[in-house]
């Protein structure tokens, strides 16, 4: 009726878990709808990923604590969840680093390693809602789309310290071209949510503002690229707001 087996039937009654009512003179199990019942109790605790002493325990408080016991179990299994969600974001930057570095593992690890920094880094910077609907975003993104969004960054960067060596006017159309480019990828991230925007700004000027060796990762530009892309992008922002 319950879909176990005898050995798992045995299982939990050594380990004082389930017992049975009764048993027959030559020793077989007999169980009760009550001892059904506290065995469906037993199966989905164990389903939601509690382990058999926690199972022992709630089944031991009643239903009221279990009720806290569910909360917390919830908790923990989404802060995996959350913790899965950035190993798989940082599988998809390893796959388009291979593809550009071919077998580079010391590359790769770094490149992981920094990934998982910054990870962490960034729980100052978002709120808990905000992490959650950048995990989310980061579910369907492949090692394509990486790879085309590295491309696309590598790009503007190089670009960025062209415009630097040259002079360039942050309201030329050089660097206006080069706002529009920046500007499509920061959205491409923050998905037009100021909070997550104000966030990520807020991050790269702090980090910009740290000592070398305490960053969290390189900063891709230096300060008088920093200077020029802020000046072009607002120029470009102001100019879409009245266009």
């Known amino acids: 009726m319950a879909c176990v087996t005898v050995r798992t039937l045995r299982y939990y009654d050594r380990e004082g878990l389930l017992s049975p009512s009764r048993r027959t003179e030559a020793g077989h199990r007999l169980y009760t709808d009550a001892d059904l019942a506290r065995l469906q109790q037993i199966l989905a605790l164990k389903f939601l990923g509690f382990s058999l002493d926690e ?4 089944l ?11 909360a917390l179990q919830k ?13 798989l974001q940082a599988l998809c930057y390893a796959e388009a680093a291979l593809q550009e570095k ?3 593992w010391q590359s790769i690890v770094e490149l992981i390693r920094m990934f998982q920094m910054s990870q962490d880094f960034t729980q100052k910077y ?7 609907k950048i995990a989310a975003w980061g579910k369907n993104w492949t090692a394509e789309d990486q ?22 006017d942050p309201a030329g159309p050089a660097a206006q071209k080069l706002a529009r480019e920046w500007n499509d990828l ?7 949510d100021k909070g997550i925007e104000q966030g990520l700004g807020k991050m790269y000027n702090d980090i910009a503002n740290m000592p070398e060796d305490q960053r969290p ?16 992008l607002r120029i470009y922002r102001e100019r879409q707001a009245h266009s």
């Open 75 to 87: 908790a923990m299994l989404e802060e995996r969840r959350a913790h899965i969600d950035r190993i």
């Open 60 to 70: 031991r408080v009643g239903p009221a604590r279990l009720r806290d016991s569910l």
């Open 217 to 232: 990762f390189s900063m891709p530009f230096d300060g008088a690229g920093g200077e020029l892309i802020s000046q072009a």
């Open 186 to 192: 920061v959205q491409g991230f923050t998905h037009g």
């Open 55 to 58: 199972i022992r325990h709630c």
């Open 147 to 168: 790879r085309i969004a590295t491309q696309r960054w590598n790009a503007a960067l190089a670009e960025l310290r062209r415009l630097v060596a040259a002079n360039e």
């Open 102 to 104: 071919g077998e580079d």
């Open 126 to 132: 978002y709120s808990e809602e905000q992490r959650q």
